[in-house]
């Protein structure tokens, strides 16, 4: 049941031809599986491995490294607290604190209803901004436990159902390299001659008009 | 707090604080609709792209050379040097561009992405001509949902536009952008994981030698690994010259850098800075800049290139923002990171933060990285809840001896007599995450050893953090 | 030798201006003060090693990529920037670089990973079974800190969890040096065991429902540096210093693979692959490996048996000898030596096949003698330009005209994956069932049966092919692809190849341990002879006085079922020396019980003619003995003894009368630990082809039967790790054609061909050529040997709906 759609395989496909190795589409392909089921199955391991010619222990091997790729169901809202130092030094633990009193529950788990699992996270790149949390890998910047509290009665009211996909999606934008425009994907070694510009001098005319 | 800061704080790009100083990859974040095409070509865009495709390939690369593009991403080596490092004649050539920005401390690449991807997409197309690659894979960190949208917005309409693809702007230069991002894993920050991970494998990095990228990279060709910042500077590069590039900052350092300033400063911030010119003291306590350390608190220690790096004391303030003197001075500038820490900081639990986030983020390849650094967590845990022991302390130095091996670098302390060991260390990983988790440690224990001894022999517990900066304000400052 | 000896030799004994050109590949470097001479591209632990220096390893492996992993082999290199610490294991030797192993930073770098590997170690080596053999042990005794500071709680896991049916995983032991997942990936092709989670949570782990059923999983155990990995057959059997051992060579199929044969109070306990560089490379298939559980039996003969009106009964070997003899001597006198057919040989050692060649045709003076059992390809094959295995996996271009590899020759398929995998080599394959090696051709055509010769001769007048055929030097491996289509079509393959590239090299594809040494020895038809087809039809006929049966069950082996029978049925007598009461023997009025491997000592020859020795590690089960002995027994009743007290008479007797084998004595072949290649028989009978077209006719199918690795050969089958590896037989067609012949998936079917009928279930299999079925030879549930006519040049099939 948790293979990929066929709408979806008809994406991997896409995103495969893009590489001139087909399993350099695995980590993009699970992100499509967890946007398709909220979670990676075992099903969508193996349908990606037959889709990219990988043996499913190695697919497994590849997404278990990665911390997003969930092998277990989580929440539709994934708040990750960052504990790194420039959070840390800011209260990111009071934050914490009071994302599991107001939850209900530990970091690491998921509520009852489903709709919240708490991550206590590494760095999210927004130090300037601490203490800072995601969710489902949207940023909020200098948050403090009440403007937190504010976010989950936001989050549980559906007010951020325009800006935050459920957990699995993360950009809600894909690249389509349109077929006309697209140089290809050619394995190395049938492409070892070097570009043609490389060998012709400069390629445009400089006075050419913008 | 009596004193006014200056500078331009920009709603739309959170933490970029423009000030009256030279911007080469920023030049644009001042307009809300810095990432659309429109504005891009409306200021200039793409005309980089159009000065260097009316030059021969070796003309562009020579031009880059000259004006010394330091590496952003925390090696700091010259782009031009490196795009010279493939083989001759073999090909296909690929270049790998590093958007996976997660070291701590580090906020810079993100913004960079978020508010100006045709910068960075004009950027990869002008190292794509200049070195011959034939394919690009721009790989954007996991967690970074915006950038992923931006960047995917950009390209599609560059495409459109025939900024990418085939025969790009009517010429025989035809290269693709793969946009590629990731899944969570700091290490794939490094660059053998990150062309690793980009082959689909787990992100584990493999050993220089064989493996630079330069010549044995991405499917075993020649790879050109970049960061987002340094193509950036690219477009800006190719329109205005290598002589007003290096008119800017000093000879070894020339141009700007972006340097991300967090913790316990009055207004943390991503400045883009002259490089090797401006001091932590201009940083930490500038008006243009962070203004002093908050609630009028004293400076105790701070992290001067992102999590991996020693730290200094204030005896270092006036050290420039340059990679050589860092170094002479125990520690390294790596991505543009300073994390401050004021007289209240709890220093082994703010060391703990560190070192738990590279034990954390091992990728568990190298024995000394994967079992050293958990070991290390486990005891600065312990001593940190007030369960350390005598032995403990020694047993860090004896763990972090064993992933590096002889002295490690840490700065001077008139305080404490000491003078500096300088940058860099040795050690028995193969890339820098292990040390990273012993880095914060040894410069915890040296500098603060006190701090250590009081937690185990006193058993006091000292506040690990203070309250955030709005609470902490509105309480009239202070703990 | 090694360069460096010659180097320095030359260096300090012969003066400056005659000194020899100065060596190319030779590298100058500087090890622990001393000047080394390393071979260029060589690794500094290799270098270290050849010269004395014995750096300390774990992940490191001489037979594949280095990873740098362990971090236990760190030394210090100096190439001109000072000292760096850097890994031995993939940092190759440049010109004038200082290596330093023992220096105090080297010491606490190897204290230190030793400490960190033992953290989290279990060091439950008491009840380890590598405890005695552990890298993990011997080293820290060597290299360790002497003391552990670590007082955290161990990391822990399930232990042990089973990843195969051969192989299980204690993750608590692991050091995670990413041996046996390297193994997986890049020698075997099997990558089912990977690397899963991250950093301290690191584990070897399997897909769920899908284990490491690789052929080669039994390899994985023995590079495992700790007791992380053990084999079920050899779990908690003895303590490794209990072991006795000997080296040999495994003659479970005719690789030919070194082994050490490994023994507690008289009991084999486990083989080991030993690195023979121009053979297995250290590595063997779990079938060799795991197979002495066979020669352990309790089914095994004991004692020699004769017919009497109860059936087959014990008896002494004296008499069962006497009636051996005279069931021949018998035989003799109604019909002569032309009635008496011998097959077999192929089973054990040269010295048997060399002493019953001379029973047979000196003694008792009969033609009619054969080691193959219409399952390879005419004996004169090993008369072409042989290959040798080097000369196939470093040959330009291989040509497979040969049944799947990894299904028969295991660790030739390894071999050649190797040569494709590190770009020595491309594969032209042609096939009529896709297996192994399909995925690593450059070209691989599947054929229907009738167009093999159509083909390879379509193949060969493909400019493109024969560009990449003219670009360097050619291996053809040749071999019986198909039982179920005459011989005269791979012959005839084969001969078209050769034609076009008269240069190539041949290795033949037989399957049998040392069919190769009793067909080079004399296990063949004298002129005028018989080979076993016409044997048995003659048998069949009612023309055969006596069958001897040689470790050979044509019941369980010849293609034709139903010809086997009858020759059974038909033959007068039969004489049978065999380890086990096999379908065939059972038929025999004389049984004589045979020692089986290690228990006897002797020579055996691989595919090459590569002669290697054969070691004796336990006495012989009961009272069996070898088959040397039995032939010079029977010699002296048939009143010609052929004298020999010792096999090493007999290995001398074939030195001495063998031209082939002139020169390969006991005392050779101890010089040489990889063997001595015979040389090619000259005048071996010709190979002679007949043609094989044939046109469709009203079936719809034609029939594939080949083997798997596993099947219902006794060394499986009484092997119970190994027995339940065996497929039912099934039918797999391919899915497009299960649809046309409107049969399902999964449900039993008739498949009739003009010879006979079976039941068998279908299976939908895609990489079926298209209008063929395929079906497992000598396997449980239905005996495709019934719908095989071995005078027919193809079979043809219907498929019916019950």
Redesign the interface.
């Known amino acids: 049941m948790s293979r990929l759609t066929d709408a979806n395989i008809k994406l991997a496909k896409e995103i495969i031809g ?4 087909a ?6 392909l ?2 499509l599986a967890q946007e398709q089921h909220g979670h990676i199955t ?1 099903a969508a ?2 349908h990606i491995g037959e889709l ?1 010619g ?5 697919v ?3 997404c ?6 969930k092998m277990e169901p989580v929440g539709k809202y994934l708040v ?1 607290i960052c ?4 959070c ?7 934050l914490m604190h009071r994302a599991e009193h107001t939850l209900g529950i530990k970091a690491g788990s998921t509520t009852a209803d489903g709709l919240f699992t708490l991550e206590h996270a ?10 800072c949390l ?1 969710v ?4 909020r ?2 948050v ?1 436990p009440d403007q937190l509290d504010a976010l989950i009665v936001d989050l549980r009211a559906g007010n951020l159902d325009g800006e935050i996909p459920p957990h699995g999606t ?9 077929a ?7 394995a ?1 070694e049938d ?8 060998s ?7 006075k ?1 008009p ?1 | 707090m009596s004193e006014s800061l200056t500078g331009t704080i920009m709603p739309h790009a959170p933490g970029f604080i423009a000030g009256d100083r030279p911007r080469i990859v920023t030049s644009r974040f001042e307009y809300e609709d810095s990432y659309t095409l429109e504005r891009y070509l409306a200021t200039d865009g793409y005309s980089g792209l159009r000065a260097c495709l009316t030059r021969a390939a070796a003309d562009v690369h020579n031009e880059v050379k000259t004006a010394t593009v330091l590496g952003r991403g925390g090696a700091g080596f010259p782009a031009g040097v490196k795009w010279g490092l493939t083989p001759q004649g073999k090909f296909p050539r690929y270049l790998v561009v590093n958007g996976d920005e997660s070291e701590p401390g580090t906020y810079k690449d993100r913004l960079l992405m978020e508010r100006d991807p045709h910068q960075l997409i004009e950027g990869c197309l002008i190292a794509c001509y200049a070195a011959g690659l034939s394919q690009c894979f721009l790989y954007i960190r996991g967690e970074m949902a915006l950038a992923q949208e931006r960047v995917a917005t950009a390209l599609n309409d560059a495409y459109a536009a025939g900024y990418v693809g085939t025969n790009i702007l009517g010429s025989n230069f035809s290269v693709d952008i793969v946009l590629h991002w990731g899944a969570g894993a700091y290490v794939v920050g490094e660059e053998t994981a990150l062309i690793e991970s980009l082959e689909g494998n787990r992100g584990m990095p493999r050993l220089k030698p064989p493996f630079f990228p330069a010549a044995i990279g991405l499917y075993g060709q020649p790879t050109i690994v970049n960061n987002v910042e340094t193509l950036a500077n690219l477009p800006w590069l190719l329109v205005n010259g290598a002589a007003a590039y290096t008119a800017i900052g000093t000879e070894s350092s020339p141009g700007t850098r972006m340097v991300a300033v967090s913790g316990h400063v009055r207004r943390p911030g991503v400045y883009e800075i002259v490089n090797g010119t401006t001091t932590f003291r201009d940083l930490v306590y500038g008006n243009e800049f962070c203004g002093g350390i908050r609630n009028g608190n004293e400076l105790k220690a701070f992290v001067p290139g992102g999590g991996s790096a020693p730290w200094f004391l204030p005896d270092q303030l006036d050290l420039p923002f340059e990679g050589k003197l860092v170094g002479a001075a125990g520690s390294m500038l790596g991505s543009g990171a300073i994390m401050v820490m004021d007289d209240t900081t709890d220093i082994p639990a703010a060391a703990l933060t560190l070192t738990r986030f590279y034990a954390h983020e091992s990728c568990g390849k190298c024995t000394p990285c994967r079992e050293g650094g958990t070991w290390l967590e486990r005891i600065l845990s312990r001593i940190v809840a007030g369960n350390g022991t005598d032995a403990d302390l020694d047993q860090l130095l004896e763990v972090g001896e064993s992933i590096c091996p002889g002295s490690f670098p840490h700065a001077a302390s008139e305080r404490l007599g000491l003078t500096a060991v300088p940058f860099p260390y040795k050690m028995t990983t193969i890339c820098f995450v292990g040390p990273s988790a012993f880095a914060p440690i040894h410069s915890a224990l040296t500098l603060f050893r006190d701090e250590f001894i009081a937690k185990i022999v006193k058993r006091t517990l000292i506040p690990v953090t203070a309250a955030p900066i709005a609470a902490a304000s509105a309480a009239g400052g202070g703990q | 030798m090694t360069l460096s000896d010659t180097a320095t030799e030359s260096a300090a004994e012969s003066p400056a201006d005659d000194a020899p050109p100065p060596d190319p590949n030779a590298v100058s470097v500087t090890l622990n003060g001393t000047t080394i001479i390393a071979r260029k591209g060589e690794l500094v632990i290799a270098a270290a090693e050849r010269h004395g220096e014995y750096i300390p390893r774990f992940c490191y492996h001489d037979r594949m990529n280095p990873v740098g992993m362990c971090r236990m082999c760190l030394v210090e290199v100096d190439s001109g920037r000072g000292p760096q610490i850097t890994v031995s294991c993939m940092v190759t030797v440049a010109p004038d670089m200082k290596i330093d192993t023992e220096s105090a930073t080297v010491k606490r770098m190897q204290e230190g990973v030793l400490e960190l590997l033992l953290a989290n170690h279990p060091l439950d080596c008491p009840v380890c079974d590598k405890g005695g053999e552990c890298p993990l042990q011997d080293q820290t005794l060597a290299y360790g800190p002497g003391e552990s500071r670590f007082v955290e709680e161990k990391r822990h896991y399930e232990k042990p969890v089973p990843i195969s049916d051969l192989v299980f995983l204690d993750r608590e032991r692991c050091i995670l040096c990413d041996r046996c997942t390297r193994f997986a990936d890049e020698v075997a092709g099997d990558a089912m065991i990977q690397f899963t989670s991250r950093g301290n949570n690191t584990q070897i782990a399997t897909f769920p429902n899908e284990p490491f059923s690789s052929y080669f999983s039994g390899n994985t155990v023995q590079i495992c540096p700790v007791g992380a990995l053990t084999a079920q057959p050899y779990r908690f059997k003895a303590r490794p210093w209990d072991l006795e051992q000997t080296e040999s060579t495994c003659t479970t199929c005719a690789v030919g693979c070194r082994t050490v044969v490994q023994s507690s109070r008289n009991e084999l306990l486990r083989y080991q692959g030993v690195d023979s560089d121009p053979v297995n490379w250290g590595w063997l298939c779990d079938r060799g490996r795991f197979n002495f559980e066979a020669i352990n039996s309790d089914s095994r003969l004991a004692e020699p048996l004769v017919r009497t009106a109860d059936g087959l009964v014990p008896t002494s070997w004296n008499a069962a000898l006497s009636a051996a003899a005279t069931l021949i001597t018998d035989a003799l006198a109604a019909g002569g030596a032309e009635r008496i057919g011998v097959l077999g040989g192929a089973r054990g050692t040269n010295e048997d096949a060399f002493a019953w060649a001379r029973l047979a045709h000196d003694v008792i003076g009969s033609p009619n003698v054969y080691a193959q059992l219409g399952d390879g390809l005419p004996a004169g094959v090993l008369g072409l330009n042989r290959a040798t295995i080097d000369d196939v996996a470093s040959a330009t271009t291989i040509v497979l005209l040969a049944p799947d590899l990894k299904e028969e020759l295991p660790v030739l398929y390894l071999r050649v994956r190797d040569a494709v995998q590190n770009k020595r080599s491309k594969v032209i394959e042609f096939t009529p069932k896709p297996g192994g090696l399909t995925g690593q051709a450059w070209r691989s055509f599947g054929y229907e049966p009738g167009t093999q010769v159509g083909t390879v001769q379509q193949a060969l007048a493909d400019p493109v092919i024969a560009a990449q055929l003219a670009k360097g030097t050619v291996a053809i491996v040749a071999g019986r692809a198909n039982l179920a289509e005459t011989t005269a079509a791979t012959v005839q393959a084969l001969q078209a190849l050769l034609a076009a590239l008269p240069d190539a090299k041949v290795l033949p594809a037989f399957r049998r341990g040392n069919v190769v040494g009793a067909l080079q020895l004399g296990m063949r038809p004298r002129p005028g002879g018989l080979d076993s087809r016409s044997t048995l039809m003659a048998a069949a006929d009612g023309k055969i006085e006596c069958l001897i049966l040689v470790g050979c069950d044509p019941l369980a082996d010849f293609p034709d079922t139903d010809l086997a029978r009858r020759a059974l049925a038909g033959a007068r007598r039969i004489v049978a020396v065999d380890t086990f009461l096999t379908e065939s023997s059972k038929h025999a009025h004389v049984v004589l019980a045979a020692a089986a491997y290690g228990e006897k000592s002797g020579t055996t020859t691989n595919l090459e003619g590569r002669v290697t020795t054969v070691s004796q590690q336990v006495t012989p089960h009961g009272t069996s003995r070898p088959d040397w002995m039995i032939a010079t027994a029977l010699s002296k009743l048939l009143g010609s003894d052929l004298g020999f007290t010792s096999v090493g008479e007999v290995t001398s007797a074939a030195a001495r009368t063998v031209a082939t084998y002139a020169g390969i004595t006991t005392e050779a072949l101890a010089q040489s630990p990889d063997g001595i290649v015979a040389e090619v028989p000259a005048g071996i009978d010709p190979i002679n082809a007949v043609s094989s077209a044939v046109g469709r006719n009203s079936y719809d199918f034609r029939l594939v039967a080949s083997r798997k690795l596993y099947d219902q050969a006794v060394g499986t089958a009484m092997s119970p790790s190994l027995a339940h590896l065996a497929v039912a037989a099934t039918a797999h067609v391919h899915p497009l054609d299960i649809e046309r012949a409107g049969v399902h998936v999964g449900s039993d079917v008739k498949l009739s061909s003009p010879k006979g009928s079976i039941i068998i279930r279908v299976e939908a299999d895609e990489t079926v050529v298209r209008g063929t079925v395929w079906v497992p030879f000598n396997q449980a549930g239905a005996n495709v040997g019934e719908l095989i006519d071995c005078t027919a040049v193809v079979t043809d099939l219907r498929i019916e709906n019950l």
């Open positions: 893009r590489y001139p190795r399993r350099s589409a695995i980590i993009p699970l992100h075992n391991i193996a990219v990988a043996t499913s222990a190695e497994l091997g590849t278990t490294f990665y911390e997003m790729f990750n504990g790194t130092m420039s840390a030094l800011l209260g990111s633990d009071e590494e760095c999210q790149a927004a130090c300037t901004e601490a203490p995601q489902n890998y949207r940023h910047y200098r403090t993360v950009a809600r934008v894909r690249q389509h390299i349109p006309g425009r697209a140089v290809g994907a050619v190395p492409a070892t001659d070097p570009p043609v510009w490389l012709t001098g400069p390629s445009i005319n400089a050419t913008k």
